[in-house]
């Protein structure tokens, strides 16, 4: 059984800069499983945010991250990292690491993923 566990979440000021990592288990991941990150803010929908592919090869970014958010992997770890810099209090949500191990691309759809870790917070104060 595959288990997401997302850790690093807290408090930051607007501005401010903050990591958020994924620790993945449960099987051997191959090199076309997509790690994503979605966001969802109360009252709101989940959202996508990043995903990549475990080899690296294929990345996507939402537009209101681009330039400010980074994804990357420890593959000997399997681990995801978002690096999340000039944060925005619009930033602040619960953050959610998911797998897709079916569809060997990247896609943005929540419902595209297979696997949910249970979320950490991220709050960007003004």
């Known amino acids: 059984q595959v288990q997401l566990v997302e850790s690093g979440g807290g408090l930051v000021q607007a501005g401010g800069s903050l990591i958020v990592s994924c620790a993945a288990s449960?099987?051997?991941?191959?090199?076309?499983?997509?790690m994503g990150w979605f966001r969802q803010a109360p009252g709101k929908e989940r959202e996508f945010v990043v995903a990549?592919?475990?080899?690296?090869?294929?990345?996507l970014y939402a537009d209101s991250v681009k330039g400010r958010f980074t994804i990357s992997r420890d593959n000997a770890k399997n681990t995801v990292y978002l690096q999340m810099n000039s944060l925005k209090p619009e930033d602040t949500g619960v953050y959610y690491c998911?797998?897709?191990?079916?569809?060997?691309?990247?896609?943005?759809?929540?419902?595209?993923?297979?696997?949910w870790g249970q979320g950490t917070q991220v709050t960007v104060s003004s």
């Open positions: 990549t592919t475990w080899s690296g090869a294929s990345t």
């Open positions: 449960g099987r051997t991941f191959f090199s076309t499983d997509v």
């Open positions: 998911a797998a897709d191990l079916v569809g060997r691309r990247v896609r943005v759809r929540p419902r595209e993923y297979d696997y």
